[in-house]
Structures are given as C-alpha cells and as structure tokens.
C-alpha cells in the first residue's frame, strides 16, 4: 500500500492548492508541500531495501481479463527518478513563491504542478505498460497548461500547442509498441516484459516495436529531429522549465529507454539508431546554444545537447556506458535545474533575460552569480563538480566502442566537439551575464532577490559541489542500484574518482576546456559565420504544417460532408452493401437446421401493422404529424413483439423510451415546418430503394442464418449466474447493475454529459412561437386546457408510485432504475406540458443538473465502496433477511447503483425535454456563473 499513497499523495495534493488559493501565498506554497513531501518521506522509508537490490511492488485488479491492473514497483532506477521528481519538485514550490505575480494564481499554478509530478510519479512507479501510458499522455496535458500558464501571451499558446502535439503524437506511437509488445509476450506486466527481451528481440515485430518505443522516447525527450519543441516550450513560467525541462518531463523519454533498456538493447539496431541520434542532438543542441541571446533559450539548447548525451550512452550498449547515463542523469538534474532557478531569479530581479543587456551582474547580485557561475562550471564539465565526473566517464565510453567499423574514432572526436562548444556557451552565459561591463538600457536596477528565493539554488549548487568532490558517498549506493535496474542484472563496481591518473578522457576533457575558451574568445567570427544563414523559426514552420494540414482536412471534409444526410446514408449503406454482401459470398447455403417457431395470426397482423407502419413513415416523411403517428406505431408494435417473445424488460423500455422519444420529437418539430417539399427526382428514388432493398436482403439473410441454425449463446452464463452471483431473478436488471455494471456507469456518464451539452445550447436560445399551422389557422388561445391539468395532476401520483414500485421490483421481476426513471419523467414532463414552466417552477424547483451529477456520483461511489473490503470494482453484495411483520427480505448493493441509473435517467430526461418547452416561454432560466 505504500507505493499505492506514494503515487496517490501528490494526486490528491492537486486539489490542495485549488482550495487554499484565497489563503496566504505563503500559506498556499506550505499547504502544497505537504504532500510532496509525504510522499517523499514514504520514498526514503523504502529506499534501504531498493539499494540492498529489493523491488518492492504492489498491485490491485482493475480489468483482469484485459490485462488491466493497478500496479507500481520501486527498483533503483524508480528510486532515482522518485527522488529528483518530489525533492526538485519541493523546491520548485518554494522557488515559485517567489518568482510568480501577485497578478498570476498561485492556486491554479499549483494545481498544474502537482497534476505534472503526479503523472510523472506514475510513469516512473508503473508496473504495467498500459497504465504506464495513461500516465505518459498526462504528462503531456498537465504540461500543456503548465507551458500556457501565461496563456495571454502568444508565445505561451502557441510553445504549449507544439509540445503537446509533438509529445501526443509520440505518445500515439508508444501505444502502438506497447499493443505490439502484448501481442509478442501476452502481457502487460513489466516485470514479465522485461523478463522476455529474447523473446522480443528474436520476434519479427522487434523492428516496428523498436521504431514506436523510439518515437515515443524522442519525442518526449527532445531528440534529433523533434528537438525544435523544446525551446519554444520556454515561454513558460521559469519554474516549469525548471522542473520540466530539465529534471522530469523531457527525462521521460530517458526513462523509458532506461526501462526498456534490457529488452530492447543489444541488437545493431539499437546501438546504430539511438547513438547516433543521441550523438546528433548532442552535437545539434550545443552548436545552436552558443548562438541564442536569451538565457532560458542557451539552456533549453544546452538542455537538448545533454539529453543527446545521456541517450548515445545509452545506446552505446555496454555496461558501463549505462551506468555513466544514469550518473549524467543525476547530475544534469541538479545544474540545470539550478540553471533554470538562477535565470529565473536574474530575469525577476532585472527585468530581462537578453544577455546583450545583462553585463557585470556579479557587482549587483554577487550571492546569484556565485551560484550560477558553479552550476555552468558543473555544466561546462570542470573538475571538482559533479558535471566534471559523468563526462569524463562519457568520453572513456566513446573510446570503447566500434559503432562504425573502422572510422569509429570520429565518435570520440565528435564528443570533444560537443564538449568544446558546451565549455564554450557555458564560458559566455558566466562572461556575458556577471562580467563584460555595465547593464545596458535594463527595465530596473539588478538586485539580489529575496533570501528564501535563493535556497533551492543553494540546495542544489551545494549537491553539485558534493557528488563532485565525494561522488561515492553521496551517490554511490544510488547509482549502483539505479544502473543494476537499468542493465538488468548487477551492475560493475565503480569507483568514480576525481584523478584517475594521466589517460585519454583527461585529455579529452582538457582539450574541450581550453577548446572552449578559444571558441568563445573567437565568438564574433562564429556569430558572423551562423549570420550566413537564414534563421528559420521553428514555430512558424510547424505552424506552417499545422495549418495545411487544416486546409488539407477542410477539404476532404467539405468533399464528403456537405450537409446532406442522403449522402451519409447512401455512403454507409453502400459500404455496409459491399462490405456484407463480399463477405456473405463465401458462407454456406441458408439451411435450416433448426425447426422454425410456426407462424400464427397474431403474429402475422403484428408484422402486417409493422411493416404498414414503417411504409407510412417513409410514404408521409414530408408531412411530420403522419411520419410521427407511423413511426410511433413501429415503437408500439415491436414493444409488444418484445412482450410476446418473452423479453418484459425489454418490452417495459422500449414503451418508456417510444413515449418520451415521442414528446421530444413533438417538441422539436414544433419549430420546424410543417410540411417539407419533395427533395428526392425519380432517378434518386429508384437508387435508394435499390440500395434499401440490397441492404434488407442482406439483413434478412443474416436474420434468418441465425434464426435456423444453432448457437451456443453466453445468455447461459448469465442465466445460471443471476441468482448465485447477482442475487437477482431478473437476468436483464443483474447483467446491467452487476455482470456489465461498467458499461451502464459509462452510459449514464455519456448521457449525462450529452444532456448538460444539451442545455448549454439551449440556454440562450429563443424561438418565435408559429402563429397558425400549415393551412393558416391560428393555434387555441388556450394554452394549458383544463381537463389536461386535470387529468395530469391526477396520473401524477399514480405514476410515481408505479415507478417506485417498478424500481423496488427490478432486481428481481421486470423493472429497474432505468425504467423506472423515464415512467418518472413522463410524468414530470407531462405537468410542464398541462401547466407551463412557470407554474412547474413555483412547486417543483429542481437542479437537474444536480440530479444527473449525483445519479453519476452514487452509482460511482458504489461501485467504490467494493474495494473497502478487497473486491473489484463494482462488485455487488446482497443477502437475505427476516424481519416480524415484513417477513423475508432481499438487500443488495445493487440498488444504489439502480438508485443512481434511475437519477441519472430522470435528470437527463427532464434537463432536455424541460429545457425545450421552455424556448418560447417568458420564463428565462437564470444563468450562474457555475454552470
């Protein structure tokens, strides 16, 4: 259960700041810290058995039969990523405070984040790989508002839309590996996954699951080519880049070719792919950094270079490659979070984050630039820092590889490269910020900002100089666990040093360093040089893209939708014609196998009027009151099939719903014309009812197949279970709250939805009433005739009582909840029709939204309250009682969730049906600000 509140806590954290957001800034930071770092705390707690090489796990079903569960392990690798996501995101709540508006909602910000740290906790802890996406995808939303959080500024929209479709479409593709992946293993369990990489890499499908993982990796994580929404991304708040990139969200993509490191790795395919995209972001990221004027946009590059870093070592292939990606992850979360934290401290206290105006900070702000200048120290990879540590070990695995044959040297020499230009845009965000001269036309006077601000800086500058100077003891059991997680079995022993005496990394790390410093001190040749070349922007080529692939969808669109709803029909018929009648080519002759039930005369003028009913409705569709009287026989006659053919359930609902499909369509008719001119010439005629007679012949023919020929049908199942496992003799009521009780809560949901989206649109809508029919006489000044209220008000309480009386019964005779409701409704909805909406009101003054709302919420909450005593969701209970008087009794659970279903209908039903009588009252609903 432990690992269960470490992932809920920050879940239900989300909700915190929302309530506290009238409180105190303060207040509110404090009050959203707590479960952060609760959860925090329940990590430390488990971390002595992760790093003794325990996996803790915990896991619940949810769907067995699809291989849903709800499941989480902490391994090292999980520990790692748990630690930086709640500790840097701890930090990130304080620094905030500080850095956002009295103008902006801390409340909401808040919110935002913690939904982020939650979805990324989930990511990290999962152990199964559906659940695991769920999470990826929301990371994706809950960044896209984060990224929006300033949603008044273009830039903000627009950086939040790329990110969010980029990382969405990868994420589409990561669903696809992970379909494929369950197909090869016939699991979703992670553990059982990464126990079958042998079984993956030898499948056929290793190439196309490898290609999906990748592109949801990439994406996420910014690598070559999808690297270009990253820096957009920066028009977020500094705190979100901070903590989203460049400890968590584009470490997401790491994590996952970290996890799926033991199934995927070790073929060709992997080492070529993933290290020469790493190689490639590398490389691309720390070219474009030294050219960028913007502080967060040098970072979101440099950013972008050190993810291509971590990736090429991961797709290096060897053991200790893996372990220097692990350790690189480690370190490049606290520099560059550090990084983002002091830019954002700069751009506050100076108003400007251009660095052609930031000069000689360090005589304004000397506690800041201090920090900074140890952090780009750490990222320019100089000795005594953590950053120093990881590239060293980075350029000792470039020397062990033989990725390309005999030009493998250029992998090494590229390295260098990368780590020349990363001194090198580290050595000008130090110079150009605090040196270089005086501040130049800044929007106010630089100034140190408040203490408490500072402390994150300090917290995670401080962990810089200490995995630097003491790696083994401050990370030394972390890293071993994390990478052991990672390689799939234990990991080398390694003794990471500061001296490892005179070798080639050292070399190569000196030559990057004073590489760097001739590449900075020779910057204006090299910005001459870039200014060669026409700088595209991003954004307005994925905009670009964006919008033709709108007009292009608009055109396709406008071909095939052009209002006409023939059209529709003859295109799904003639499909359904193709489609059916190709396949029914190839059964075999229609015999009848089973004798036929015989044909006697009720049954026959029972067909005779459904087959005139239907006729009439298409004969008289130009005239609605006919159409309606046809179609509303065909309700009645197969209401009384159902009866005849031994389904009273069905034959109570179909009744139930032809009475108040028939109010609806009387109501909306009445704004309609009356009469329609013919739309269809004789050749349009004869098409249809070619393809209408096609498509009953084809209807026909599956009908009678299946009538005469024997099935083994699963109504056996659930005949034989009703009683034992539902408690209930009516088979239809138990299927719907017990056996299938998921999808009646979906479809109450979808319908309570589609009602309040109804109500939304009629809110504001109004109608002129038609003076006369069709023919020209005027309409009965008689509004609410006499002998209607009268009769009305009469069935009322009659009707009532046999709606309570069909849901009391439901459970055990024909009836239930959802029958019950629409009796309910119609006879509500007959008084508005006696009396009016304003008389209804003044004794009846309900919140149908509420009531759907609450039918939703009992039905849900009952079926929640089955894992207060270990069962699934929605299992039911019932047993049998006796009481004097009464007698012998049934109670079970299953009536609540009836009881909801039965509110949800009457709710629905009436927030419609009320809602259009209402459009040519004087009454006007009023309109709060909540709904």
Known sequence: MTLLWISLLPILGAMVPLMAGRQSRIQCAWLTAIAPAAALILVLQQAPAVLKGEVLRYSTEWIPQLGLE???????????????????GLLIILYARYYLSEKDSMGRFYSFLMLFMAAMLGIVMSNNLLQLWVFWELTSLSSFLLISFWWQKTEGRKGARMALTVTGAGGLCLLAGILMVQQVVGTLNVDEVLASGDQIRQHPWYTAILIMFLLGAFTKSAQFPFQFWLPHAMAAPTPVSAYLHSATMVKAGIFLLARMYPVLAGTDLWFFIVSLTGLATLLLGAYFA????????????????????????????????????????????TFKASLFMAAGIIDHESGSRDMRKLNGLIRYMPHTAILAM??????????????FLSKEMFFAETLHQDLLGSLSWVIPALATVAGILSVAYSLRFIHDVFFNGEPIDLPKVPHEPPRYMKIPVEILVALCLAVGIVPNLVVGDLLYAASSAVIGQMAPNVDIAIWHGLNLPLLMSITAVLGGVIVYSQRKRMFRFQGQFQDRDA????????????????????????????????CLLTAIIVIGGYAMLNLQPLKTTREPIPLDAITLVGAFILCCGGLATAFWHHKRLRSLLGLSVVGLVVSIAFARFSAPDLALTQLSVEVVTIILLMLALFFLPQRTPKESTPSRIIRDLSVSGAIGGIIATITYAILTRPVSSISDFF??????????????????????????????????????????????????????????????????????????????????????????????????????????????????????????????????????????????LTGLGSWLFGRPFLTSWFDHFHLPLIGDFELASAMLFDLGVYLAVVGATLLILANLGKMTTSYRPLHKEQD
């Open 539 to 570: 954004k307005l080529t994925f905009e670009y893209i964006i919008q033709s692939m709108v007009e292009g969808g608009k055109r396709i669109v406008l071909f095939i939708d052009n209002g006409s709803l023939q059209r529709y029909l003859l």
């Open 70 to 88: 709800l499941a989480f392990r902490l391994d090292g690798l999980t520990l790692l990523f748990c630690l930086l996501i709640l500790g840097i």
């Open 290 to 333: 030294l050219f960028k004027h913007d502080l967060k946009g040098l970072l979101a590059f440099s950013t972008i270079s050190h993810l291509g870093l971590i990736t090429m070592l991961l797709g290096l292939g060897s053991q200790m490659a893996a372990v220097a990606a692990v350790f690189h992850i480690i370190n490049h979360a």
């Open 374 to 387: 140890i952090a780009a120290a750490s990222m320019a990879g100089i000795p005594l820092l953590n950053g």
């Open 719 to 860: 005949l034989a279970n009703s009683k034992i496992g539902g408690g209930g003799t009516n088979v239809v009521n138990v299927i719907l709250v017990d056996f299938r009780g998921f999808d009646t809560l979906g479809e109450i949901t979808v319908l309570g939805i589609a009602a309040i989206g109804i109500y939304k649109l009629l809110l504001r809508l109004r109608l002129s009433m038609p003076a006369s029919d069709v023919i020209g006489r005027s309409w009965s000044p008689e509004r609410y005739p006499m002998i209607l209220a009268t009769v009305s008000q009469s069935l009322l309480p009659l009707a009532l009582l046999v709606s309570v009386y069909i849901f009391l019964r439901g459970h055990n005779e024909p009836g239930g909840g959802f029958i019950a409701g629409l009796v309910t409704s119609v006879a509500v909805i007959l008084q508005y029709m006696a009396h009016g909406v304003d008389w209804i009101k003044t004794r009846l003054n309900l919140d149908y939204q509420r009531v759907v709302a609450s039918g939703v919420l009992i039905a849900t």
